[in-house]
């Protein structure tokens, strides 16, 4: 399925194109938080420290191949040893010993990540029961072909690589397209509209002489 994109009008060229029927900017669609300032680099010092820290993990996993096991031992022993030291050497410099954050224990943050997990998963698996009843043949056949192209991209790297390609992706792909929005917009409008004219010529030649059964609906 083509990107929606939708007109507007702009003062310099008078007609711009918006990708999704999108009427916010991008900081905005991304929540307008903290998620969204470490994405669009509005902290560049925070962002940049994030993608080090996940490139450091990919090139530890998968290009030194350490094991998880041992490097969340090795990270408990350090950790143990550094708070084994600050609490003896606390009371010599007048200092206080280091608490645990109770942000970090706190039954009420777990229930709501589990919440929040739980819907999330629940409307994803929704979805994707709708697509695979066949209920919208182009959606379905879409999804069909992401998967087997996804299969076919984890044949040939592991899935550490894959998590920080895509980790990547979010850390660049959302500054690039603010930064060069109007010129993303009209590319993919164009490709969009050749992309809606090969599929209404394979669903008039292929998909509409598929035979398929009657739909029953649902009694309430």
């Not at 990107?3 to 702009?10: A, F, I, L």
């Not at 450091?56 to 031992?73: I, M, P, R």
Request: aromatic residues 10%.
């Amino acid at each position: 399925m083509p990107p929606h994109v939708e007109s507007s009008s702009s003062d310099d060229d008078g007609q711009t194109t918006r990708l999704f029927h999108r009427r916010r900017s991008v900081h905005k669609l991304l929540g307008r938080r903290k998620v969204a300032d470490i994405l669009l680099w509005r902290n560049k010092n925070l962002s940049a420290g994030i993608l080090a820290g996940a490139t450091l993990v990919w090139f530890l996993f998968d290009v030194v191949d350490y094991n998880v096991v041992t490097l969340f031992c090795h990270i408990a022993l350090l950790g143990m040893l550094l708070l084994f030291v600050w609490s003896n050497a606390a009371p010599l410099f007048d200092r206080r010993p280091p608490q645990i954050p109770e942000a970090i224990v706190s039954e009420k943050a777990f229930r709501e990540i589990a919440q929040a997990t739980q819907y999330k998963l629940a409307h994803f698996v929704s979805i994707l029961y709708d697509i695979a009843c066949g209920k919208d043949l182009k959606k379905f056949l879409m999804v069909i072909g992401s998967l087997w192209v996804l299969a076919v991209v984890g044949d040939t790297c592991s899935f550490t690589t894959l998590l920080y390609v895509g980790f990547l992706c979010a850390l660049t792909l959302p500054p690039l397209y603010e930064r060069y929005e109007t010129e993303v917009d009209h590319l993919v409008a164009k490709g969009g509209e050749d992309l809606k004219k090969f599929y209404e010529k394979v669903d008039s030649n292929v998909l509409n002489k598929i035979p398929r059964g009657p739909v029953k609906t649902k009694v309430r």
